[in-house]
């Protein structure tokens, strides 16, 4: 299975009651950078079997926006699993339930995705602990074979943008005309 990890998009500050930070949707930024990252990734070729993505408003606008620019027409999972109270267990359970699909795009929030991204990568007993960084926007693709999983790269914002800023530039030369 190719898992691919996403942090949602920039969604503002946070706010202090937890309720209306439940609803707090992407900002322009935010919003910006889903497409860039959808262009950039129709760019690799890659599609999505199944989009699973947290509850809260700013990882469904994310995974949508990724999802609709990429041409994924299936509806997107909501799961708890991926909400930021969840644990690692919630996360191992998720994966067993979605091991059918060759494409999983996760979507959700830090520190969790970091904390399950990092399980994945160690081996059983280790006592080992790497540390992978997520900024808002990062995409970590993971191939889940047996044993730990590998690590095939990971998508920080400053790269999609300069990937995107690269790929839709003209080919023609600019010449001034007076």
């Given at each position: 299975m190719n898992l691919f990890i996403l942090r949602h998009a920039s969604a503002g500050e946070r706010r202090i009651n937890p309720l209306l930070d439940h609803k707090r949707p992407l900002d322009k930024e935010g919003k910006r950078h889903c497409l860039q990252l959808a262009m950039v990734l129709n760019a690799m070729k890659l599609h999505f079997d199944l989009i699973v993505s947290s509850p809260l408003k700013r990882s469904l606008q994310t995974a949508s926006l990724v999802g609709t620019e990429m041409g994924y027409e299936s509806q997107i999972l909501m799961s708890n699993a991926l909400a930021p109270e969840a644990g690692v267990?919630?996360?191992?359970?998720?994966?067993?339930?979605?091991?059918?699909?060759?494409?999983?795009?996760?979507?959700?929030?830090?520190?969790?995705?970091?904390?399950?991204?990092?399980?994945?990568?160690?081996?059983?007993?280790?006592?080992?602990?790497?540390?992978?960084?997520?900024?808002?926007?990062?995409?970590?693709?993971?191939?889940?074979?047996?044993?730990?999983?590998?690590?095939?790269?990971?998508?920080?914002?400053?790269?999609?943008?300069?990937?995107?800023t690269t790929s839709t530039k003209s080919s023609r030369r600019k010449i001034s005309r007076k």
């Open positions: 267990r919630d996360f191992q359970r998720l994966l067993s339930e979605c091991r059918g699909y060759e494409n999983l795009l996760l979507v959700g929030h830090n520190p969790n995705l970091t904390e399950f991204l990092s399980s994945l990568l160690v081996a059983p007993n280790s006592s080992s602990n790497p540390q992978v960084r997520l900024r808002k926007g990062s995409m970590a693709r993971v191939a889940l074979i047996r044993g730990p999983a590998t690590l095939q790269w990971l998508l920080d914002p400053r790269i999609v943008r300069s990937l995107y």
